[in-house]
Each structure stands twice: as C-alpha cells, then as structure tokens.
C-alpha cells in the first residue's frame, strides 16, 4: 500500500526546515493559490503604483535606483527567513519593486526614437 503524501518521509533538503513542509503540505492542498494571488495582487498593485509616480513626479532614474536597490535588498532577505508568511509577504514585496522600472524603459523608448520608427518594428 502507498503511504499518503503526509504519512511519507520528506528527504533532505526539507528534513531541517519545518516550515517547509507547511509549504509542501499547504501547496498540495490547493494553498498556493493564496501565494499567487499575493505576488499577481503586488504585481498589479505595483504597476499602478509606480506608473502614477512616474507620472507626476518625472524621477525616471531615480524610480530604477530605489526599485533596483529594493529588489535586491528583498530578494537577498529571502535567504534568511524561515517562517512562511514572511515568505510569501517578501516575494509579494519583490513583485511590487520589480515592475517599477518597467514604465521607464517604455518611456525612455518613446522618448529617445522618433514617432515613425515605432510601427516599422
């Protein structure tokens, strides 16, 4: 008979970390969707956020240093934290900061290109 998902006996690197079984445990029950739903809310949340910004502001650089440097100090975090909900609000806050610079590439393309050349491409 095949032991249940619970009942068998998680192999390394999951043995030293109980709050990874949480995880597994919670995302085979169909609990990753909260997880999701978390980083696309952020993600979503983020785009407006820094698009409105860069709008009224006009801190193009500006926006890519901080969201670079928040990107990184966030992503870096994730090393050290071991409980899960922390986890999961850290991947939600890297989300957010990943799109900011998105917006300013768009507009750093509209800007330096003539009119004419973006329907050639």
Known sequence: ???????????????HNPDIHAVAWWAGQGGGDG????????????????GKLIDAMHWHKTIVDICSAAVAITAASIFFISSTPLLMLTSALVG???????PVTNLLVMEKSRREDWLKT
């Open 1 to 15: 008979m095949v032991p249940c998902a619970h009942e068998r006996q998680l192999q390394w690197p999951l043995d």
């Open 35 to 50: 997880s999701i739903f978390l980083s696309n809310l952020a993600v979503t949340l983020g785009a407006v956020f820094w």
């Open 96 to 102: 957010f900061f990943s799109v900011g610079p998105a």
